[in-house]
């Protein structure tokens, strides 16, 4: 009896079979026609690795355990001990952590650009610098990487661009389309979308970097697992009606934030008092995404008040989710960095970053003003 499932059925299996020698032939001679292992490569994996590269127009993906391990197989990609990156120095605090701590004891040293510097790096290079890691909208503090000029400013120099796209998606920018050699997600966040999945997708812009990244993770055991693959595969499906909403609620709470004479600045792309405003337009059109931050008055007693009140945005450090959450980079994603690194972005007691959810946004809005009330 043939089987014809509509759904890809979960592959929750270490290893696969061969009827014989020629099996095993075929899977070393012709990659990509059989599984063998699956650290190696599992149909589950495989399938939300092709999804999200066709989403990004790329030229091969692999899927990961983490949006770290993402982080970590597009630098080595490109680097060995000896050689130096370039980071925004508006960046997830993780990936500080990455650089700093792991990837400098293993010889690859890093240095930090301000965003104001970033299109011109000049000074900033180093005769072994081979890449640039970014954010296509920062993490805390939404600023917008102008992609293009990026890609351009480090082709120039022989720099390879590689962008983490997990706060816009591919919904809102394909850095690929504008020059970028690697763009990357942690699929823990938009692209599963539903807070029970830890995952990451590498995608390259060449098929060679995209073998590259396949050797990488297979060697290092970076592979997602079949089920961790199968959940966020289903998440994928429903992205396009998420972000929308996501986007749509997060104009509304922005907007409303920064009417609030409590509220110190908001960072919200979506905002036309963003810096970054119409370059948000260019290359995401009109929706900005689900994440935003904003400033309250640099007293934790103050802060934490407002967090005791809200009832639909719980401390909860991560983001992406369905359900609202709020998050403190200051006492989660950026307490790795130096003191003086955290005043220089303004990463203070009071900037609070919001994960806006696809609720009811009047209930949203209700919910943060009387949180704010009381701050």
């Known amino acids: 009896m043939e089987i014809h499932p509509k759904i890809t059925p979960i592959y929750q299996t270490s290893v696969f079979k061969f009827e014989d020698l020629d099996g095993i032939a075929q899977y070393f001679d012709e990659p990509g026609s059989r599984y063998m292992y699956s650290r190696n490569g599992n149909p589950n994996s495989d399938e939300l690795a092709e999804a999200v590269n066709r989403l990004e127009g790329g030229q091969g993906a692999i899927a990961t355990g983490s949006g770290m391990a993402a982080i970590l197989a597009a630098i080595l990609a490109y680097c060995e001990a000896g050689d130096h990156v370039l980071c925004a120095a508006d ?38 610098t081979r890449l640039l890691l970014a954010e296509t909208m920062s993490n805390p503090l939404l600023r917008v990487v102008d ?24 919904l809102l920018t ?17 692209l599963a979308g539903h807070s029970d999945v830890t995952a990451g997708v590498v995608v ?18 970076l ?5 961790e693959s199968w959940l966020a595969v289903r998440g994928l499906k429903t992205l396009r009606l998420r972000v929308r909403e996501h986007s749509a609620n997060a104009l509304a709470i922005a907007e409303m934030l920064d009417r609030h004479p409590v509220v110190q600045a908001v960072n919200y792309p979506g905002l036309p008092s963003h810096a970054e405003h119409q370059l948000a337009i260019a290359q995401g059109g009109t929706q900005f995404g689900g994440m935003l931050s904003f400033r309250l008055p640099d007293d934790e007693k103050q802060v934490n008040q407002f967090m005791r009140r809200t009832q639909r945005f719980p401390f909860a450090p991560s983001l992406a989710g369905v359900d609202s959450s709020l ?4 006492s989660t994603s950026h307490r790795a960095l130096t003191l003086e690194q955290q005043q220089r972005l303004g990463i203070t007691v009071g900037l609070v970053r919001l994960s806006v959810g696809i609720e009811l946004k009047e209930e949203l809005l ?7 009330g009381q701050a």
């Open 147 to 170: 992609l293009r000029t990026l890609a351009e400013e480090c082709h120039q120099h022989n720099v390879k661009l590689v962008i983490d796209n997990t706060f816009a998606t591919p």
């Open 91 to 128: 960046i997830y605090g993780g990936s500080a952590a990455l650089l700093n701590q792991e990837l400098n004891r293993l010889g690859i040293s890093v240095s930090y650009v301000p965003f104001e510097k970033l299109y011109d790096l000049k000074l900033h290079l180093q005769p072994r």
């Open 327 to 330: 998050s403190h980079p200051l």
């Open 204 to 221: 390259a812009a060449e098929p060679e970097t995209a073998a590259r990244l396949r050797q990488i993770g297979m060697t290092l055991g």
């Open 174 to 190: 394909r850095p690929i389309a504008y020059g970028a050699d690697i763009t990357l997600h942690s699929v823990t966040k938009y």
């Open 366 to 372: 209700i919910d943060l003003e009387q949180a704010l």
């Open 223 to 227: 592979t997602l697992s079949p089920m």
